[in-house]
Every structure is written in structure tokens, then in C-alpha cells.
């Protein structure tokens, strides 16, 4: 096959001039830090998930670890997440003086077996964390009743949901906590940011000091028109606002999730139709529960090759690639610290030397699609 001349990344923000036009309207303001468009950006989200409350955050790192200082994570304390994530989790629980306790992933979908938690649970569990992985949503109703029966609380992580939806409930939507990611690579951006959906109004109120200095009021509520400067501080805080200028374009690329999340939907199905039957390659599971996948990530299994050699042959042929992600049981600190978990995490283990991403995101066309199928083919066939 002929090797196309520009490279095709593995994902790129997909910004158009609605977006842009909506950051310069903020810009054009003259209130460009936390405001107003944080406000309506969080109620937004209270109307996508259900859940009553919503705060914003810088990052989604930012909003994982003021939940657990608000939630009182101490020495002793265990978090039973996957290993199959993103280590910022892991990092907060470290930081914390917490301990992750890791289960196996379905290796078809890699999220979380639920029906394994139970068996991880004891008096020092202080929270479950299912990761709804690639935009899979994990199997809550299993995950909920394991945490109502054992009076632990429940943090989806939910930095891959934007748009997914579980029995027809949006994640965030159970009656729990979700946080939320708009990094670049994510189905909707703010450049970097996050968000936590909630229940507890105590809990709200806890965040909201603690993201920014322990100061009750937003700086729009003292500066504004009428406002009060004057403030209190009852407790230190962090700084881990996010500003009105990533909320405008939050709200703007929100208004366009429907339309967004179609297309990476339609370019999952042509990839799973173009890749099906290939020897070497398993494609990504989805669960058998009702659901709606969001498509955040496209990760196949190599298995007829070095994963190291098929990424160098992608290159070869101009196409991006990623792993998402490394298992964190065997990153070094995690593995010195909580190890070893080598053997226990079977489907972890079996799926993390084979996992790769390859490209999706919207603006990629039906061909690009087309055009990596046959590479794959081709490389795996040599």
C-alpha cells in the first residue's frame, strides 16, 4: 500500500470557530478568571449527569486530590482501584499516606471486574473507584451494592465519560461521586481542567474552600458589581480553579458532545468492521449490560508481535499511537512501596504488554480509518 505523506497523530482537539468565537467573547469581557461561565459550565454538567452539584477544577489530578483530603483519606486507609489507569489516581491515594488496592480488569473491555471487589474490601476500605475505561461505563449496579451493603463510598472515575451512559443513566448520575477530565485528548477540553459531581452539600462546601485558599466567595462575587472584597479564611486551600476563559470553551465544545461523540461512534465502527478477523489483533470489548460507549479511546491487543515493533511500524507508516496505559502496579514507586502484585492481576498482566491506541478523534475522516485498517493488516500479515 502506498504510505500517506502527513502524519496522522493519535488524537487532536477538535476546536472550531464556535469555540474560538465563545473564548473571545470571555476574553472581550474583561472577566477572564473564575466567574460566572464557571457557574453555568457546572450547572451544565448537573443537567448532563443528574447529579445536584458540580464544581470545577483545574485539572482532573487537582479535583481527585482536594476529594480526598475533603473526604479525610489518611494513613491505613485502602482505595480499591484498577491497575489498568492513569497513575494520577494512584499518585493521590500515595500522596494521601492511603494504599491502592488493585483488581483485575475484564480483558475484553478493561474496566474493573465488579464481581471481584467484594473480595477486596475490609474494615480499612475507605472508597471503590471504578475507572469507566476508554468510555466503557463499569458495571455499577454490582459496584453500588457492594458499597451500600459495606458502607463505602464510591468516586467513578470518570475522566473518559463525557457522554457515557450506563442503563440510561449518565456517569456521575448514581447518587455518588464522579470526577471529570478536559484534558486535550478528551471527548470534550478546556485545554486542561476537571470537574466533581456530587450529592453532599457538606462535602461541596469543603471543595470550594479548599480549591482556592480556603476563601468563601469566588473573586466575581467580591469584585463584582455590588460585591463585597472583604473575606474570611477558616482553613488553607490550594489554588485549583479553573477560569472562565476554559469554561467558555467548555460550554462551547458541551453544546457539541451529541455531535462529537457521533462521529468518534461511527469512526469505533468502522475501525471494529476494518480490523475484524485479523490474526494477531483483538479489538476492544464492549460490556454486555445496556450502555453507550463514548469512544474516548480506541485500544487494540498485539499479540502475533512485539508491541515495541508494531509501534515502530505504525511510525513507519505515518500513524500516531499510544498505551493506555502502562499498568500502575508496575511502575517503580507503586511496585517498591505495594508490590508485588505480579501474577495476582492475571487479565491486567496478560492485556498491559499488548495494549495500544490507535488514532480517534472527530476530525479524522472515514479514510484515515480506511487507510490504518489496511496498515494494521499489512504489518501484522508480514
Known sequence: MKIRDDFLPLSR???????????????QSGWITTGPLCKTFEDR?????????????????????LLFLALGLREGDEVITPSMTFASTVNM?????????????????????????????????????????????????????????????VIEDAAHAVGTYYKGIHAGGFGQIAVFSFHPLKNITTGEGGMIVLQDEELENRLRLLRFHGIERDAWKRYGRGGNPDYDIRQPGFKYNLTDIQAALGLAQLARL???????????????????GIDGLDVPGVPPYPHRHSWHLFVVKVLSMKREEFMEKLAEYNIGYGIH??????????????????????????AGDRIVSLP???????????????????????
Open 13 to 27: 482537539p477538535t476546536i472550531d470557530e464556535r469555540d474560538v468565537g465563545e473564548v473571545v467573547k470571555c476574553l
Open 258 to 276: 451529541a455531535e462529537m461523540n457521533a462521529r468518534r461512534e461511527r469512526l469505533a465502527g468502522l475501525y471494529l468492521e476494518g480490523l475484524r
Open 93 to 153: 491515594i500515595a500522596l494521601g499516606g492511603a494504599r491502592p488496592v488493585f483488581v483485575d480488569v475484564d480483558y475484553d473491555t478493561l474496566n474493573i471486574r465488579a464481581d471481584l471487589i467484594e473480595g477486596a474490601v475490609t474494615e480499612r476500605t475507605k472508597a471503590i473507584i471504578p475507572v469507566h475505561f476508554a468510555g466503557a461505563p463499569a458495571d455499577m449496579d454490582t459496584i453500588l451494592d457492594v458499597a451500600r451493603r459495606r458502607n463505602i463510598s
Open 45 to 65: 454538567f448537573c443537567a448532563l449527569t443528574g447529579a445536584p452539584r458540580a464544581i470545577t477544577f483545574s485539572s482532573g489530578t487537582a479535583a481527585m486530590h
Open 360 to 382: 480517534l478523534f472527530p476530525l479524522m475522516q472515514d479514510k484515515d480509518v480506511q487507510y490504518i485498517c489496511e496498515a494494521v493488516r499489512e504489518i501484522l500479515g508480514k
Open 325 to 350: 496505559f502502562p499498568p500502575v502496579h508496575r511502575l517503580d514507586y507503586v511496585a517498591r512501596r505495594y508490590g508485588p502484585y505480579r501474577g495476582v492481576l492475571e487479565a491486567t498482566e496478560r
